[in-house]
């Protein structure tokens, strides 16, 4: 039987969560709980929803000609390694890149014990790893949160080069889009006032309706 996700939001199409248009999956449930997190409504890992990795491949298919990667952000995705490898695989299979954004460092994660974390390693072209630290917040690089999280590149789709922002794009993007149901929502940078970085190792903030 299929083994179900905790999924805290998604968002099929968007340039605000890594480099080109990406389908964007927050995962519910952090056990790391960074002093700051600009996601605490992703703490609890009985909150959202259970999805089957099937209906958001089928989701990512029906957009594939509009998005080049997935982008995992949480919560921590990564404790939902296990149910999270028939994702990783399959979008692998769509072709789509996969960027993945962890509280844990690479190191910690590769000293775990479960085989399914590295698994789940080998299936990602970037990590963007650490944990949230809001006295260093980050004012230069695109994506990271703060100075001390770093990029590891797995594979040869992507170079540092994703990290700036190229002449004329801003460092920040928020989108706010209309839902069916007539709610607004917004994803990306989550602080619009310019004061302060209230981040995560995610770098943003989960799609939460905004009225
Ligand atoms: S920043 Fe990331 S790792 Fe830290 S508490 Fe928030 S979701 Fe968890």
């Known amino acids: 039987m299929e083994r179900g996700l ?5 968002v099929p199409v968007t340039r605000a969560e ?8 927050w995962l519910q449930g952090c056990s790391i709980r960074c002093p700051g997190c600009c ?12 999805v089957r990795p099937s209906l958001l491949l089928a989701e990512m298919a029906s957009v594939r000609n509009e998005i ?13 390694a296990e149910a999270l490898l028939p994702l990783l695989h399959g979008a692998r299979s769509l072709g789509l890149s996969v960027l993945l954004f962890s ?16 698994d789940a390693l080998a299936a ?3 990590l963007v790893d650490g944990r949230y630290d809001a006295s260093r917040p980050e004012t230069e690089r695109l994506w990271a949160g703060s100075t001390n999280q770093r990029f590891h590149y797995f594979t040869p789709r992507y170079s540092p080069a994703i990290e700036r922002p190229a002449p004329g794009e801003p460092l920040r993007t928020v989108e706010v889009r209309l839902g069916a149901d007539g709610r607004l929502s917004a994803n990306g940078w989550p602080d619009l006032s ?3 970085m209230s981040s995560s190792h995610q770098r943003t903030g989960s799609p939460r309706p905004s009225r």
Do not use: I, K
Not at 6 to 10: I, Q, T
Not at 68 to 80: A, F, N, V
Not at 103 to 118: I, K, N, S
């Open 6 to 10: 905790r999924v805290g939001g998604r």
């Open 18 to 25: 890594g480099p080109g248009a990406r389908y964007a999956l």
């Open 39 to 50: 996601n605490p409504h992703l703490f609890e890992a009985s909150g959202g929803e259970l």
């Open 68 to 80: 080049e990667g997935l982008t995992l952000l949480g919560g921590e995705p990564m404790d939902q």
């Open 103 to 118: 509280g844990f460092t690479l190191a910690e994660l590769r000293g775990r014990e479960e085989p399914r974390v590295r």
């Open 124 to 126: 990602v072209d970037v």
């Open 194 to 196: 310019g004061g302060g």
